[in-house]
Structures are given as structure tokens and as C-alpha cells.
């Protein structure tokens, strides 16, 4: 495939400090599609320099002028929408057809919205005898992974830009490309020269160097908790702000009075969705004991159907990690119902769609983020133990409700500890803040909540 063997800075592409590159694998075949520089902390030092030097000129652009910017930038990508799906199919390995649904539709939407936000945002505000200022934080650093690897991008560049900031992007080792293509839809649009550039390289090397960076404002980070403790922690011994989106084990309940062949199979839907590399997705059903067998037979028939459609998952690493957890919860007692650790292939990194019925809410597999197309089916006593089960893990990023109407799900979706919460099935909103409780991040993504990470206010007394 193309990919351009410099980093964009500046508004043009730079021959990259180093002579190391990385190589970008399909995850389908296992072969090597093409190669992209390895960023050095020179490259990164160069395209903070040009984001700092664009600050002054990007921030005191009228905000008007900034969603004229960001308006084209959504169309740039619009126009790009097929090669956006068939970039992501190849180095993320995803389905064309989920490629074009999500990984390519969900950016551009979530582009038009802050081309709308922009233009719409109040940056001024009274209060009593002050008029409060929102100016932009500086100079961002944004860090993305791979799971959906547009979308994460457009979520930090768009807030970012339509806020007046500047941005250094460092993207996923294992899906640059799509990355690169961004850069050249933002040349396109007609982004002034330094408001955003483009380092590719490994996270411990380019990544940290930007983490680090004395000339960056603010971090905004999207990954493993590991790594989002480390930059906390970098941002923190610097005063700096920090936005972090991290892992999720997200109950799905099922209310005794809900309709329970639909909420298995929207369940179980989510959880395949993306191969089970989804932040959010609700990976642990929870069952009132009336029902369970019900619901266990119901998702074993759901996932087995699921098999034939769904992609591998990201590369050699993520496959082992996501063997050793279903191997992990045979060997804690958990009954497999569905899928396994077997392969399905002699190639590619697929795992089949498994599901565990039987599990404790204290096995591995009802606590850690697996990160892989396997659901762990829980059962619960009473309201109180499903709530209990619910919100008894470190993390807190989503989950779903189910009842029979929507008031009694609202009442228990009211006692979870998580940042959103699905009612009966309700759709995925681009606009609605999204990030975590407790060690699933810090801050919120998406619509004014998520321009308002980008904003610090300055309060000026009449
Ligand atoms: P990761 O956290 O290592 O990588 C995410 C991003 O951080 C990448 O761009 C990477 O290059 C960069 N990075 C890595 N080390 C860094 C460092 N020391 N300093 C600065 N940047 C660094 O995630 P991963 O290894 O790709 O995936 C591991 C696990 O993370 C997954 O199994 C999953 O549980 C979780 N994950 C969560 C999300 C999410 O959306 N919340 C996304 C991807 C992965």
C-alpha cells in the first residue's frame, strides 16, 4: 500500500530524523503491506516547534473561520471514504463493510459536528460582574491506538482545532496508514501550516518523547491503563492537564422483566462488533438466575452465527494475550459454550467468537480487559447482586440495561458506577460525552464536553 516515508510537520512532509521504519501488517494474511518512519524524539521535538510557533496565528483565528477549516476537513475525508474503509480493512484487518460503516462514517460525522460546534460554541460567558474567557490550552499531544483508529484521531484533532489549539498526533504503530491519510485530508482542507502535524513511531520511543515534551500543554491519551497511569503521571509531576480514555469491562444487565432474546443478541452483537476490540463494549452479561440457561443457549447460537462474519484481531500479540484469557477461564472453571481457544485458520491473528457461561465475578475473565471477541455470561440472585457485580471492577467506561420499560432501567442505570449507560438497546450518540469512572480514564471525548478538555478559562472583573 502507499505510504509516505516522512512525518508531516509544518504543513509539508520531512524526511524523518532516523533511518528506522516500522512495518505495517495485515492482519488477515500476516503480510507486510508497507513500511512507515520510526519516529525519534528529533521528529517529535521538530513538530512541536511547528505546532508552538502555529499557536498564536491558529488561536486568535475567529471561530467561524476555524469550522470553515474543520468543514472542509469532513469533506476532505467524505471524499476519501473508500480509501479510508479499504486503509483500515488492511491494517486493522476489520470486515469492508464494518470498515465503511463505522471506521470511515462514525470520523466524519464526528468532523461535522465539530465543524458545527465551532461555529456554534459560546468562548464567552457572564457571570455577575465577570466576563469569563475559554481560550485554547496550547499545544496538544494526542496519542491514539489502533482499535479504532480514525475515529480516535478525529475525537482528539477535531475538539483540539475547533478549540484553537495545535496538535502533534502520534497513532498506533500497527495502523499509521489511515493516520497518514488524515494528514493529507487536513493539507487538503486547507489547515494553515503547523496547526497539525504527523509523527508515526513506537510508543515507548515517540510517544513517550511526546509525553514528555516540555513545549506540550496537554496530553490526551487513548489506551491501556498502563500506559495512561505513566503519562498521568508524567503530567502530573508537571502540572499539566491530561486526558485520559482507557479500558473498560462493562456489564450488560438484564433485567427480569426485559425482552431476553433481544437484549442477548444486541449483546452479543456488541461485544463481535470490531472483534471485540472495543473500549466500551459490554463484555460481562448479567443474568437473573430464573433465566440463565435461557440466555446461555441463546448467546452460544448468537456467537456461533457471529463467527463466520468476523475479522481477526490486531496483530500476533493481541491473539496470544486473548488465547491466554480464555485458557485462563477454562482453567478457573468457567464452561465454554461457544468458540474456544483453538484457531480457526492456519492464518491470520482469528480468534472464534467464544462464549463463557459459569463465571464468578472474580475470575480473570469477569475482571480484566480482554480486549477479544469473548463474552463471559454472570448470574445474579437479586437487583442489588447485579449491581453489586456491576460495578464490582476497577473500571467504569460503559454498559447496557435492559427492562421491561425504560423508567426501571433508568433507576439502576442511576446506582452504576460508569460514564454511559445504553437503555434498552439505545443507539451509540457521536455528540454524548464519552470516557470513564474510576480507572477508565479522565476527562470526556465527543460533542461540547469534549471541546471543553481543550479550553481553560480566564475570568476578566467589571
Ligand atoms: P498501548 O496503550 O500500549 O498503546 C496505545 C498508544 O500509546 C499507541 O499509540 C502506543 O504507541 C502508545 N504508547 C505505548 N507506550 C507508550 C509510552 N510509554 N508513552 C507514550 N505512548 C505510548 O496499547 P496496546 O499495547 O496497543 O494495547 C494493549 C491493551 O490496551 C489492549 O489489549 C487493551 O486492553 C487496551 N486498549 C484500550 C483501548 C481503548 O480504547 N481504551 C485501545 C487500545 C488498547
Known amino acids: 500500500m502507499k505510504a ?41 521535538d521538530a513538530a512541536v516547534g511547528a505546532a508552538r510557533a502555529a499557536l498564536p496565528g491558529w ?21 476519501r471514504k473508500d480509501e479510508i474503509a479499504g486503509t483500515v480493512t488492511a491494517e486493522l484487518g476489520s470486515p469492508l463493510p464494518f470498515s465503511q460503516a463505522v ?20 468562548f464567552e460567558e457572564k457571570i455577575g460582574n465577570s466576563t469569563v474567557l475559554l481560550e485554547p490550552v496550547g499545544v496538544v499531544g494526542a496519542i491514539t491506538p489502533w482499535n479504532y483508529p480514525l475515529h480516535q484521531i478525529v475525537a482528539k484533532v477535531a475538539p483540539a482545532l475547533a478549540a484553537g489549539c495545535t ?42 518523547a511526546l509525553a514528555e515534551h516540555a513545549g506540550v500543554d496537554l496530553v490526551s ?17 508537571a502540572v499539566k492537564p491530561v486526558a485520559l480514555e482507557l479500558g473498560g469491562k462493562s456489564a450488560n444487565v438484564i433485567l427480569p422483566s426485559a425482552d431476553l432474546a433481544k437484549a442477548v443478541n444486541v449483546g452479543v452483537a456488541n461485544v463481535m462488533a470490531n472483534s471485540g476490540q472495543t473500549c466500551s463494549a459490554w463484555t460481562r452479561m448479567l443474568v437473573h438466575a430464573d433465566r440463565y440457561e435461557e440466555a446461555v443457549e441463546l448467546a452460544a447460537a448468537a456467537a456461533a452465527k457471529y463467527g463466520e462474519r468476523i475479522g481477526p484481531v490486531v496483530n500476533a500479540k493481541q491473539r496470544d494475550r486473548v488465547r491466554g484469557y480464555i ?49 463471559s455470561i454472570l448470574p445474579y440472585a437479586d437487583e442489588d447482586e447485579a449491581l453489586a457485580i456491576a460495578n464490582g471492577t ?15 432501567a433508568v433507576a439502576f442505570a442511576r ?26 480514564g479522565v476527562g470526556r471525548e465527543l460533542g461540547p464536553h469534549g471541546l471543553g478538555e481543550y479550553l481553560q478559562t480566564k475570568s476578566l472583573q467589571f
Open 4 to 44: 509516505h516515508d516522512g512525518m508531516y510537520i509544518g504543513g509539508a512532509w520531512r524526511p524523518a530524523a532516523g533511518q528506522d521504519t516500522i512495518p505495517v501488517v495485515n492482519p488477515v494474511d500476516e503480510q507486510v503491506i508497507a513500511h512507515v518512519p520510526a519516529g525519534t524524539p528529533e521528529d517529535v
Open 59 to 79: 488561536a486568535a483565528t475567529p471561530p467561524a473561520e476555524r469550522a470553515e477549516r474543520i468543514a472542509a476537513l469532513r469533506d476532505a475525508l467524505a471524499a
Open 103 to 122: 471506521h470511515a462514517g462514525l470520523p466524519i460525522a464526528v468532523a461535522g459536528s465539530y465543524a458545527e460546534l465551532a461555529a456554534s460554541y459560546a
Open 167 to 208: 496538535v502533534v498526533l502520534k497513532p498506533a504503530e500497527d495502523t499509521p496508514l489511515v493516520a497518514q491519510l488524515f494528514a493529507e485530508a487536513v493539507h487538503e482542507a486547507g489547515v494553515p501550516a503547523g496547526v497539525f502535524n504527523l509523527v508515526t513511531g513506537l510508543g515507548p520511543v515517540a510517544g513517550q
Open 221 to 237: 491519551f487513548t489506551g491501556s491503563t498502563a500506559v495512561g497511569r505513566q503519562i498521568g503521571a508524567t503530567a502530573g509531576a
Open 327 to 375: 485458557e485462563k477461564g477454562v482453567a478457573e472453571g468457567a464452561r465454554v459454550v461457544a468458540g474456544g481457544a483453538g484457531t480457526p485458520y492456519d492464518k491470520g491473528y482469528f480468534i472464534t467468537p467464544t462464549v463463557f457461561a459459569d463465571v464468578r465475578a472474580d475470575m480473570a475473565i469477569a475482571q480484566e480487559e480482554i480486549f477479544g471477541p469473548v463474552l
Open 394 to 408: 476497577v473500571y467504569g467506561l460503559a454498559g447496557a440495561v435492559w427492562a421491561g420499560d425504560e423508567e426501571e
Open 415 to 440: 446506582r452504576m458506577d460508569t460514564g454511559q449507560v445504553d437503555i434498552n438497546g439505545g443507539r451509540f450518540n457521536p455528540q454524548a460525552p464519552f470516557g470513564g469512572y474510576k480507572q477508565s
